[in-house]
């Protein structure tokens, strides 16, 4: 059993950053997979950046290449987003996920994972 929770959410004015902090509890094993996916409203969740627990491998959606930086401190069973140049769009639920039994699945679609965060909110004003 994984239990996720995230922190750093807020609000940011366009062109701003922020970081988003996500603690697991529970034992990650290489082969895990920790995911960042968000929801704004009227949409459907959208994959936004993955990273393999073990081997640090990362995966980006497209609308947040170079500007959205993933990490993980293995020690504090921690993943951090952290999330720069912030537009308008960016703005949605941000949800943290674990993907601990499909270590070769793709880690961009949400229905490998596993378990899910209670998410944190993004606002970006204009």
């Known amino acids: 059993q994984v239990q996720l929770v995230e922190s750093g959410g807020g609000l940011v004015q366009a062109g701003g950053s922020l970081r988003l902090s996500c603690a697991a509890s529970?034992?990650?094993?290489?082969?895990?997979?920790m995911g960042w996916f968000r929801q704004a409203p009227g949409k459907e969740r959208e994959f936004v950046v993955a990273i393999r627990w073990g081997g640090g491998n990362t995966y980006y959606g497209d609308p947040v290449k170079g500007r959205f930086t993933i990490s993980r401190d293995i020690a504090k069973n921690t993943v951090y987003l952290q999330m720069n140049s912030l537009e308008p769009e960016d703005a949605a639920v941000y949800y943290c996920?674990?993907?601990?039994?499909?270590?070769?699945?793709?880690?961009?679609?949400?229905?490998?994972?596993?378990?899910w965060g209670q998410g944190t909110q993004v606002t970006v004003s204009s």
């Open positions: 996920a674990a993907d601990v039994s499909s270590p070769t699945a793709n880690p961009t679609v949400a229905p490998v994972y596993d378990y």
């Open positions: 529970g034992r990650l094993f290489s082969s895990a997979a």
